[in-house]
């Protein structure tokens, strides 16, 4: 198929993309320069140096992604602590943050939705197109992890030995649900509001609450239960890295949420008044 046709028939994802095409390519480059450190520290660094004899807290799961008997002293909590990292959780909440704002918000902020809606593009067109820039987006993102960790598992034979060989692509695919679960709510609330301040303080709140929450239900026995409210209970990198096998109850469950925000969005953006 022809680019340019396309790009004529997709005009609105094109467009949201070139338009951030910088931030990006800023954020792909910083998410492979990290994950090459992360599996370069992993890989000259023997685990037993980090904690020497003791054991990490239990708490030290919610970094190493991981919701069992994985530890981040080892080959695939470390590997595991680098698509939980607060740096890779910022690169994610960056692009559903900007791109997650520019589906509605920002036009009715800036005073352009009034001028778009002349022209022969539906609502649910604007949001579709739109919201699949971001998931492009997320998806290339998460490529760009995946690949660097799979080359760097690829190239050492002591972290082929503790990960298994189709790991780091079900890990990957997880990071993808975990994208798209936030991505969902972040839609509606754009879908909803005239700040687009309000979408990215939405996103922020999304991802650090929801990872707080799950290490407050780690640490402390009493809020354990607390943990089946946040993404980041699902999303345990470190656990599929460490043993393999496909969590499809998890990925069901963030999925199943980001498709709710979704159908949310849709119903919101129909039924508002964007001249008010």
Not at 81 to 102: D, E, K, N, R
Not at 183 to 192: D, I, K, M
Request: with cysteine.
């Amino acid at each position: 198929m022809n680019p340019g046709t396309v790009n004529r028939r997709l005009p609105l994802v094109w467009l949201a993309l070139h338009r951030r095409r910088r931030m990006l390519l800023s954020l792909l480059f910083g998410m492979v320069v990290f994950e090459t450190l992360i599996v370069v520290i992993t890989a000259t660094i023997p685990t037993g140096d980090l904690f020497g004899e003791r054991t990490p807290p239990g708490a030290f799961k919610a970094f190493s992604g991981s919701n069992g008997d994985v530890s981040i002293a080892s080959y695939p909590g470390l590997l595991g602590a680098g698509l939980t990292h607060p740096f890779w959780i910022a690169l994610q909440l960056t692009v559903i943050g900007s791109l997650g704002a520019a589906a509605v918000a920002a036009d009715v902020e800036s005073g352009t939705i009034e001028l778009l809606m002349t022209r022969p593009v539906s609502r649910r067109r604007l949001l579709a197109e739109r919201a699949g820039a971001l998931v492009a987006a997320s998806v290339l993102l998460n490529a760009a992890a995946t690949v660097t960790l799979a080359l760097g598992v690829a190239f050492s034979a002591k972290l082929r030995e503790a990960i298994p060989e189709t790991a780091v692509l079900t890990a990957g695919l997880l990071g993808c649900a975990l994208a798209f679960c936030l991505t969902g709510p972040v839609l509606a609330v754009s879908a909803l509001s005239r700040r687009r301040a309000h979408v990215i303080g939405a996103a922020v709140a999304f991802g650090a609450v929801g990872f707080a929450l799950n290490f407050v239900a780690l640490a402390w026995s009493p809020a354990r239960a607390l943990r089946y409210l946040s993404p980041f209970h699902y999303y345990a990198p470190g656990d599929v890295l460490g043993h393999g096998g496909v969590p499809w109850a998890a990925f069901g469950v963030l999925l199943g949420v980001g498709l709710l925000g979704l159908v949310a969005a849709f119903r919101l953006l129909e039924r508002r008044d964007l001249a008010v």
